[in-house]
Nanobody
Protein backbone atom coordinates (compact mmCIF):
# COMPACT_ATOMS: atom_id res chain seq x y z
CA UNK A 1 0.00 0.00 0.00
CA UNK A 2 1.42 3.35 -1.02
CA UNK A 3 1.56 5.94 1.73
CA UNK A 4 2.61 9.59 1.73
CA UNK A 5 3.15 11.58 4.91
CA UNK A 6 3.81 15.31 4.79
CA UNK A 7 5.52 17.26 7.53
CA UNK A 8 7.14 20.65 8.08
CA UNK A 9 4.15 22.93 7.91
CA UNK A 10 3.48 25.64 10.45
CA UNK A 11 3.04 29.32 11.12
CA UNK A 12 5.60 31.74 9.73
CA UNK A 13 5.81 35.47 9.23
CA UNK A 14 5.80 36.99 5.77
CA UNK A 15 9.26 36.83 4.28
CA UNK A 16 10.11 33.69 6.19
CA UNK A 17 10.88 30.17 5.06
CA UNK A 18 9.63 26.65 5.59
CA UNK A 19 10.76 23.30 4.31
CA UNK A 20 8.11 20.68 3.68
CA UNK A 21 8.93 16.98 3.54
CA UNK A 22 6.94 14.10 2.13
CA UNK A 23 8.01 10.61 3.10
CA UNK A 24 6.56 7.87 0.97
CA UNK A 25 6.54 4.09 0.91
CA UNK A 26 4.86 1.14 -0.72
CA UNK A 27 6.42 1.02 -4.18
CA UNK A 28 9.59 1.89 -5.99
CA UNK A 29 10.14 5.61 -5.59
CA UNK A 30 12.96 6.69 -7.83
CA UNK A 31 11.07 6.44 -11.12
CA UNK A 32 7.83 8.09 -9.98
CA UNK A 33 7.22 11.77 -10.58
CA UNK A 34 6.28 13.66 -7.43
CA UNK A 35 4.25 16.78 -7.02
CA UNK A 36 3.22 19.38 -4.49
CA UNK A 37 -0.22 20.94 -4.55
CA UNK A 38 -2.00 23.38 -2.27
CA UNK A 39 -5.52 24.37 -1.40
CA UNK A 40 -6.38 27.65 0.23
CA UNK A 41 -9.70 28.18 2.03
CA UNK A 42 -12.52 28.62 -0.44
CA UNK A 43 -10.29 27.93 -3.43
CA UNK A 44 -9.62 25.06 -5.76
CA UNK A 45 -6.57 22.89 -5.25
CA UNK A 46 -3.72 24.09 -7.42
CA UNK A 47 -0.46 22.68 -8.69
CA UNK A 48 2.66 24.09 -7.04
CA UNK A 49 5.66 22.06 -8.18
CA UNK A 50 6.67 18.80 -9.80
CA UNK A 51 9.84 16.75 -10.05
CA UNK A 52 10.23 13.83 -12.41
CA UNK A 53 12.19 10.65 -11.84
CA UNK A 54 15.02 12.15 -13.89
CA UNK A 55 15.02 15.33 -11.82
CA UNK A 56 13.24 17.74 -14.17
CA UNK A 57 11.32 20.37 -12.25
CA UNK A 58 8.26 22.47 -12.97
CA UNK A 59 6.67 25.27 -10.95
CA UNK A 60 3.58 27.40 -10.65
CA UNK A 61 4.55 30.80 -12.02
CA UNK A 62 3.86 32.60 -8.75
CA UNK A 63 6.35 30.45 -6.81
CA UNK A 64 9.19 30.38 -9.34
CA UNK A 65 12.37 31.71 -7.77
CA UNK A 66 10.95 31.28 -4.25
CA UNK A 67 10.16 27.55 -3.99
CA UNK A 68 12.44 24.63 -4.80
CA UNK A 69 11.34 21.02 -5.13
CA UNK A 70 13.90 18.27 -4.65
CA UNK A 71 14.02 14.58 -3.89
CA UNK A 72 16.19 12.11 -2.00
CA UNK A 73 15.67 8.73 -3.59
CA UNK A 74 17.68 6.96 -0.90
CA UNK A 75 15.20 8.21 1.70
CA UNK A 76 12.05 7.98 -0.47
CA UNK A 77 11.40 11.60 0.33
CA UNK A 78 10.51 14.71 -1.62
CA UNK A 79 11.02 18.23 -0.30
CA UNK A 80 9.61 21.66 -0.95
CA UNK A 81 11.83 24.51 0.21
CA UNK A 82 9.72 27.65 0.44
CA UNK A 83 11.42 31.02 0.79
CA UNK A 84 10.12 34.59 0.82
CA UNK A 85 6.70 33.37 1.86
CA UNK A 86 3.75 35.72 1.67
CA UNK A 87 0.19 35.49 3.02
CA UNK A 88 -1.06 34.31 -0.40
CA UNK A 89 0.94 31.12 0.15
CA UNK A 90 -1.30 30.17 3.08
CA UNK A 91 -2.89 26.81 2.30
CA UNK A 92 -2.91 23.14 3.04
CA UNK A 93 -0.04 21.61 1.08
CA UNK A 94 -0.30 18.11 -0.31
CA UNK A 95 2.26 15.86 -1.90
CA UNK A 96 1.32 13.31 -4.53
CA UNK A 97 2.88 10.52 -6.56
CA UNK A 98 2.52 10.08 -10.30
CA UNK A 99 3.57 6.56 -11.30
CA UNK A 100 2.45 7.11 -14.86
CA UNK A 101 4.77 10.01 -15.58
CA UNK A 102 1.83 11.60 -17.40
CA UNK A 103 0.56 13.91 -14.72
CA UNK A 104 -1.83 11.37 -13.26
CA UNK A 105 -1.32 11.60 -9.52
CA UNK A 106 -2.62 8.34 -8.13
CA UNK A 107 -1.54 8.67 -4.52
CA UNK A 108 -1.95 11.61 -2.14
CA UNK A 109 -0.90 12.54 1.36
CA UNK A 110 -3.14 14.00 4.04
CA UNK A 111 -1.69 17.49 3.79
CA UNK A 112 0.16 19.89 6.05
CA UNK A 113 -1.01 23.38 6.96
CA UNK A 114 1.13 26.37 6.05
CA UNK A 115 0.05 29.72 7.46
CA UNK A 116 1.88 32.92 6.60
CA UNK A 117 1.07 35.95 8.74
CA UNK A 118 1.44 39.49 7.46
Amino acid sequence: QVQLVESGGGLVQAGGSLRLSCATSGRAFSTDAMGWFRQAPGKEREFVARITGSGETYYLDSVKGRFTISRDNAKNTVFLQMNHLNPEDTAVYYCARDPSGLGRYAYWGQGTQVTVSS
